[in-house]
């Protein structure tokens, strides 16, 4: 099977940086899109970043000249670095991968496990 691990969550102060990171492994063939949802307690979930197999990038207003996501598809990880945190970027964050696997045709979207991120002073 195929499975997606997360690292790098954890508490900043306001106006701090933290690095997000999402491994696939098993049995993968091929990796399509990948990126990262968040969710806050009483907010809906909300796409934050997402990037193609190409490298192309969309973000959400909210985060944009903030965010940067970036994969390698060598090593089938997607990473999230965010830079100027603010209060309201507090959330479970839940990285996703479009991905087929060995002697498949057809993809299917894979989930993380969620971690956590807080800014708080």
């Known amino acids: 099977q195929v499975q997606l691990v997360e690292f790098g969550g954890g508490l900043v102060q306001p106006g701090g940086s933290l690095r997000l990171s999402c491994a696939a492994s098993g049995n993968v063939f091929r990796i399509q899109n990948m990126g990262w949802y968040r969710q806050a307690p009483g907010n809906r979930r909300e796409l934050v970043a997402s990037v193609t197999s190409d490298g192309s990038a969309n973000y959400a207003d909210s985060v944009k000249g903030r965010f940067t996501i970036s994969r390698d598809n060598a090593e089938n990880t997607v990473s999230l670095q965010m830079n100027s945190l603010k209060p309201e970027d507090t959330a479970v964050y839940y990285c996703?991968?479009?991905?087929?696997?060995?002697?498949?045709?057809?993809?299917?979207?894979?989930w993380g496990q969620g971690t956590q991120v807080t800014v708080s002073s």
């Open positions: 996703y991968g479009d991905i087929t696997a060995k002697f498949y045709t057809s993809r299917d979207t894979y």
